[in-house]
């Protein structure tokens, strides 16, 4: 027996527990413990097993850090059908977060009760594989298709509740997970309860699986697994058990050996590598109770809000009663949502937008508070005024953080008298909803003040991304290279339209265009006048969103902006915009050409790599995951593509640097080749190793 898995016998019950911190990953040891654990419980002639994992959960999957190792039995699959052909009774008692093929051996045992806070899932999908240790083939069995293929292609975890109101497990009891496991195995076994093989269980009715599928790979924008994984659920209705499992097997193969696979493991574990900064080794974050919140818009609403979900009393100050008042309403907008999503209960409503959340209009409010974002106009003297006040009010220790865009922290950090205190916290619109925090380091600020700007996103569930001072930091930095290949081609040949739809099939959720629509032309507009003063005169400037502002076609705010909003929601491609294009062209003396979505899509992607590996070699993102977490997270790069970065790597810098000094020959400003890029290439490096 390894350790990775206890064995006892109390009785004629073997208890097999798992001890595999920290989540007790389903890894070799483990697979074999529990492979010898049952065979010793039914030597030992035990009668029933009891299945339960030791410390914060019961397994959490399998071991995502052996994928793509030559894999060892005794396989996943082969374990849960063990356990299940076992002629003893087993019980899988779960708590923490019953995952993938955590829930299959679950499924593979006879019966399953749970802690009320156990969660649950097969999230297979979401790192790019699918179930592959029987949970296509059990779970519909157990509770239907149309519940599985919810569940298998959305990845998305349940609650204990949900899991017994579905008939996933049998019972949910109060208590440790081995005193319920063990009380409900001597229960079983007193009514001489009978083994319930859900593999012996009839087929599951089919659905329309063709329409299924193509719905699903719709949906998923390019990612294949959740569509895939509905050939292994179609399988369970279609061939006899034993079949359905080999079936399984080779789809979750296919897909293992995907790059997908390879770019959604690579996100998953950047997300949990990006808040170990070698700078806060050994650093505390000061203390984080009660968090002020200057500017009540949107943004400072979103703030809020994100801030008393996650526990945190807020204290919001406005200019007015009146604004105040807006606020207010904006933030219980924002929380009847979560309740209406069931994320929080009218109680809790109620004491959020009660006691835990104050507002005022004096700023000597702020004075207890511990951590204060200002989320006021873009504008470097409105920051300043507000600084110098934080400066006046606040307590000492207080961390003063600023919400800006581009501004430069800095300067913000030398009107005060404490500049080590001062860190930029730069959220994304909605901030309750947007998962992206730039945790922007000015040259003064403390490593404490950073961990406490790091322990604030963690506590508000953002994936948060260290960031240094620069115009638009990491992300609006790429994002200006993105719209400026885009303005570029546009100016060139091409239209709005088409623009979006390469990027969307590339796998954004939506092209340039249409997200500028979104956050509003202006915004982009009053950057780019602030930066006419420092812009490279050398520099190609496209002047069409000028030109689209100055029409007062400033986006979906206006109904109108690079397309048409006709009332009832929907976008229209607006030939006005063409014909402001082409004007714009001819004034330019541009002999336009027509550009395939390919063109479109590898200029403006390597525009952007241009521009990250100018980031990376500067120092303002620590490495090229950090960027990739930054365009994932913030921006709508695909997810299944790793961050662009990761996809840099499947084109490799040298194919990079060629493509730059292609495009160089028509403007060698714009596309000169990043430094990085020429190291890189000429070392036979990868931007992972830079
Ligand atoms: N394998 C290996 N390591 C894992 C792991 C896993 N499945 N899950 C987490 N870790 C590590 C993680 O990298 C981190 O390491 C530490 O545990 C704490 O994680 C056949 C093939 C379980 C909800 O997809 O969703 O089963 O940084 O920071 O916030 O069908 O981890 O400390 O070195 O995330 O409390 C299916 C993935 C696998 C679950 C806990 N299972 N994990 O969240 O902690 S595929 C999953 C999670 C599968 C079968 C298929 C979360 C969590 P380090 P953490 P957390």
Known sequence: ????????????????????????????????????????????????????????????????????????????????????????????????????????????????????????????????????????????????????????????????????????????????????????????????????????????????????????????????????????????????????????????????????????????????????????????????????????????????????????????????????????????????????????????????????????????????????????????EVKKQVFGKLDAVCKPGAVLATNTSYLDVNEIAAITARPADVIGLHFFSPAHVMKLLEIVVADKSAPDVVATGFALGKRLGKVSVRAGVCDGFIGNRILARYREAADTVMMDGSNPWEVDAAMVEFGYPMGPYEAQDLSGLDIAHANRRRQDATRDPARRYIPIADRMVAEGRLGKKVGVGWYRYPGGGGKVEDPLVEDLVREEAHYAKVARRAFTGDEIRTRLLIAMINEAAAILDEGIALSAADIDLVTVAGYGFPRWRGGLMHHADTLGPKAVLEALRRFAVEDPVAWKPAALIERLAAEGKSFAEA
């Open 1 to 380: 027996m390894t350790d990775a898995i206890g064995y006892e016998l109390l009785g004629d019950i073997a208890v097999l527990t798992a001890q595999n911190p920290p989540v007790n990953a389903l890894g070799y040891d483990v697979r074999t413990g529990l492979w010898e654990g049952i065979e010793r419980a039914e030597k030992d002639g035990a009668r029933a097993v009891l299945i339960y994992g030791d410390g914060a959960t019961f397994f959490a999957g399998a071991d995502i850090k052996e994928f793509g190792k030559p894999p060892k039995e005794p396989y996943l699959p082969d374990l849960c059908t063990r356990i299940e052909a076992s002629p003893l009774i087993v019980v899988s008692s779960m708590h923490g977060t019953a995952l993938g093929g955590g829930l299959e051996i679950a499924l593979g045992s006879h019966y399953r009760i749970a802690v009320p806070s156990a969660r649950m899932g097969l999230p297979e999908v979401l790192i790019g594989v699918m179930p592959g240790a029987g949970g296509t083939q059990r779970l519909p069995r157990l509770i239907g298709v149309e519940r599985s293929l919810d569940i298998i292609t959305s990845g998305r975890q349940i609650g204990a509740r949900e899991a017994l109101d579905l008939g996933i497990i049998d019972r949910i009891e109060d208590g440790a997970p081995r005193d319920i496991g063990l009380a409900y195995a001597r229960e079983l076994l007193a009514s001489g309860a009978p083994r319930r093989a859900i593999s012996e269980m009839p087929a599951p009715e089919p659905v329309d699986f063709d329409a299924t599928y193509e719905a699903v790979l719709k949906k998923g924008r390019g990612q294949l697994s959740p569509a895939v994984a509905v050939r292994g659920v179609q399988a369970a209705c279609e061939l006899p058990f034993a079949e359905g499992m080999k079936r399984e097997r080779e789809l979750f193969m296919e897909l293992m050996a995907t790059d997908q696979r390879q770019g959604l493991i690579h996100a998953f574990f950047a997300e949990r590598a990006v808040g170990k900064l070698p700078e806060l080794e050994g650093v505390d974050p000061r203390p984080l109770a009660e968090l002020g919140v200057i500017g009540g818009g949107t943004m400072g609403a979103g703030i809020a809000t994100a801030a008393l979900l996650s526990g945190l009393g807020v204290i919001m100050l406005e200019m007015s009663a009146e604004a105040a008042q807006a606020a207010r309403g904006r933030i219980e907008g924002n929380l009847q949502g979560a309740l209406k999503r069931g994320k929080i209960d009218q109680a809790k409503f109620d004491h959020l937008t009660g006691t835990a959340l104050r507002l005022s209009t004096d700023y000597d409010a702020l004075k207890n508070a511990d951590l204060v974002i200002e989320a006021v106009f873009e504008d470097m």
